[in-house]
C-alpha cells in the first residue's frame, strides 16, 4: 500500500489566498484525520472524519478553515481567507477503524502565508 | 480528559549512548499507549505501542513499558545511532472520541 498521500508538500501563497490541501487515506481505512503541527502549539487534531462523515470538527480554528470529505480516498482542506499565522504543517492521518487505534501519517503539507 | 507528558529536549548524546525519555499519562481506563517518531522533513511514524498494562512494545531496537503503577510509557533504547535523531512523540487515545492526544515532542541529536 502507498499508504496516506497528501499534496501538495510544499505550499507558498500570500494573504488572503485561498489554500486547498488534498489527502488520500489508506484504502479501507474508516476515519480520516486532519492535524496541524506549529512550533508554540505542537500537533493539534483539526477534524476528522469516520465513514467520510465530520464526527469532530471542534479543533478548526475559525470559519475560514473548511474541509470535506467526498468519498473513502479524498479529502480536502481548505483556508480561505489565508492568513500568517496559518503557516504550519498540515498533517493527515487514517486509521482502520475496528481493528485498532493505530494512526497513519502521512508526508505533510508545509504551508507558507506572506 | 486524557493527557500525556513528556520530557522536554533537546536530547543530545553521543552514538551508543543509552536512551530514555519519559512520558507519564493520566487517563480513564487503561487506553493504548504509543510512541511516534518524526524524522527531519517527514511525517509521523509509529515507532511501537502497547495495548494494556504490563505490555512491552519494541520496535528497531526501542522499547517501552505500559507501567499503571507510575503511568508511565518511558522510552528506552540500549545504543542510539545517528540515524535515531528525530522528533519522538508519547501519545495516547483521547477521551471518548477516535483521535490521539500527543504529547510536546522530544527532539533527539545523536553526535557521531
Known amino acids: 500500500d502507498a499508504g496516506v498521500i497528501q499534496s501538495p508538500r510544499h505550499e507558498v501563497t500570500e494573504m488572503g489566498q485561498e489554500v486547498t490541501l488534498r489527502c488520500k487515506p489508506i484504502s479501507g481505512h474508516d476515519y480520516l484525520f486532519w492535524y496541524r503541527q506549529t512550533m508554540m502549539r505542537g500537533l493539534e487534531l483539526l477534524i476528522y472524519?469516520?465513514?467520510?462523515?465530520?464526527?469532530?470538527d471542534s479543533g478548526m480554528p475559525e470559519d475560514r478553515f473548511s474541509a470535506k470529505m467526498p468519498n473513502a480516498s479524498f479529502s480536502t482542506l481548505k483556508i480561505q481567507p489565508s492568513e500568517p499565522r496559518d503557516s504550519a504543517v498540515y498533517f493527515c492521518a487514517s486509521n482502520p477503524g475496528t481493528s485498532g487505534d493505530t494512526q497513519y501519517f502521512g508526508p505533510g503539507t508545509r504551508l507558507t502565508v506572506l | 480528559g486524557n493527557s500525556v507528558t513528556q520530557m522536554e529536549g533537546p536530547v543530545t548524546l553521543s552514538e551508543e549512548a543509552f536512551l530514555t525519555i519519559n512520558c507519564t499519562y493520566t487517563?480513564?481506563?487503561?487506553?493504548?499507549l504509543f510512541w511516534y517518531v518524526q524524522y527531519p522533513g517527514e511525517g509521523l511514524q509509529l515507532l511501537l505501542k502497547a495495548t494494556k498494562a504490563d505490555d512491552k512494545g519494541s520496535n528497531k531496537g526501542f522499547e517501552a513499558t505500559y507501567r499503571k503503577e507510575t503511568t508511565s510509557f518511558h522510552l528506552e533504547k540500549g545504543s542510539v545511532q545517528v540515524s535515531d535523531s528525530a522528533v519522538y512523540f508519547c501519545a495516547l487515545p483521547d477521551t471518548g472520541r477516535r483521535a490521539l492526544t500527543f504529547g510536546s515532542g522530544t527532539r533527539l541529536q545523536v553526535q557521531p
Open positions: 472524519f469516520n465513514n467520510n462523515v465530520p464526527i469532530d
Open positions: 487517563a480513564t481506563g487503561y487506553p493504548s
